[in-house]
């Protein structure tokens, strides 16, 4: 294998995992890697010599193969990439929310240009989920997939439950470990997770997913709703969906209960569980670290052997025509809100059921399309409201 010289853009938490493997290579693939850049933030200090802070530099040098792109968020990330591959050089990157967003446009320019982007890190971290997917899809059609796709939000469910404790104390400890984002309210809202399943349902079908589909987060989640829920044999997960029917799909974002022997209820901690089903492989299951410094560099390494050593990754084209069908998925729900928010809920029959003096109201088949626009409207009158849908296994 032939050496490969790399350019981090980005010097924060993943950007330093990835030198930090690299530097301590230990096995003949990670030894043909070298960084030859790293870009900073114009006015920081240059603290290594091949530090740099103009990106024309980088691009101009022809002895850059790669570029890994770790600074996160939309832009200048969507503008370095394009130019990286319009440079002729590779790109590996961590960056979900560039990745949902630009998916096609990258493939298309990438292979424009006779080079490739691998984003193995955006979505399960260090787990080989994207790899696993496309695996799969050499032999069936994924048409369902669900999972924990979020370390943090994952992190504060488990252990609200496991030490009867209150969202706000295991959100600080999530943030001092390292594992949220640097606005938590994308983990625990939902978004995060939104960009890693329309990055895996595109995938999956072919078919860039636009970010339409209903998303309800773990904001709102009390203490008393975790007892609740456990006192039933559940334990709540915030979970991110997609299934297909031919060329109609759904895709949701929402706390969901499950059994207490389940696998899902059993991943701990900032742990991610991700589900596909394909028709003959049944179920398969990838779990491992969702997030963290040098499982997320991990993940982008492998990109980067895999690139010096030929393997090529799926090769999507997004050019499936799909449609958004908002009666697609049934679910049961149980839902706590005030009597004056119930008002919405006039067309559902539901039964109340009543913990600690506290009201649930257990919903049985409602569309999870219109559960969610409900719920937006009771938000208006309690702001506090909160509901989980629980979790059915789907005949194969
Ligand atoms: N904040 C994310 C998480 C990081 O907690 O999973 C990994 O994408």
């Not at 939000?153 to 400890?173: G, P, T, V, W």
């Not at 983990?187 to 960009?195: A, Q, T």
Request: with cysteine.
């Amino acid at each position: 294998f032939r050496s490969m010289n790399i350019a981090i853009l980005g010097y924060g938490t993943v950007g330093s995992g990835v030198k930090e493997i690299i530097d301590h290579a230990v096995t003949k693939s990670t030894k043909q890697l070298h960084v030859s850049y790293i870009l900073i933030r114009k006015g920081k200090a240059k603290t290594l010599p091949y530090m740099c802070d103009d990106i024309r530099t980088i691009l101009q040098d022809t002895s850059v193969d790669v570029i890994v792109e770790t600074m996160g968020g939309l832009e200048p990330a969507h503008t370095y990439i394009l130019q990286a591959l319009k440079s002729g050089k590779h790109v590996v990157t961590a960056n979900k929310a560039v990745i949902a967003a630009y998916l096609k446009e990258f493939t298309d320019v990438a292979r424009e240009h006779n080079v490739r982007i691998y984003y193995e890190a955006s979505t399960g971290g260090g787990i080989p989920w994207i790899e696993g997917l496309a695996k799969a899809m050499r032999i069936d059609e994924v048409d369902r997939i669900h999972g924990i796709f979020n370390g943090t939000s994952n992190y504060i469910l488990d252990h609200m439950q496991r030490y009867h404790a209150s969202f706000e104390d295991i959100l600080k400890e999530a943030q001092e470990l390292g594992y949220a984002e640097a606005d938590p309210s994308a983990d625990i809202d939902g978004y995060d997770i939104c960009n890693k399943l329309r990055i895996s349902a595109s995938l999956a079908y072919d078919y860039h997913v636009p970010d339409t589909f209903p998303v309800f987060g773990i904001r709102n989640i009390t203490k008393q709703d975790v007892s609740y829920f456990s006192s039933l044999g559940y334990a709540v997960r915030l979970i991110a969906k997609t299934r297909r029917n031919a060329n109609r799909y759904g895709c949701v974002v929402e706390p969901v209960l499950f059994e207490a022997g389940s696998l899902e209820s059993n991943t701990q901690d900032n742990y991610n569980l991700i589900t596909l089903h394909g028709k003959t492989i049944g179920d398969l299951k990838f779990f491992g670290q969702g997030a963290g410094k040098l499982p997320t560099a991990n993940a982008i390494v492998q990109d980067l052997i895999d690139l010096n050593e030929g393997v090529c990754h799926m090769d999507p084209s997004f050019t499936n025509t799909m449609s958004y069908d908002e009666t697609l998925c049934l679910r049961d729900y149980i839902l706590r809100a005030d009597e004056a928010a119930r008002d919405e809920l006039q067309d559902f029959s539901y039964e109340v059921k009543t913990f600690e003096g506290q009201e649930y109201l257990h919903i049985q088949k409602a569309e999870v399309y219109e559960m969610h626009q409900v719920m937006e409207r009771m938000l208006k009158t309690d702001a506090h409201a909160f509901m989980a849908s629980i979790y059915e296994r789907e005949d194969d």
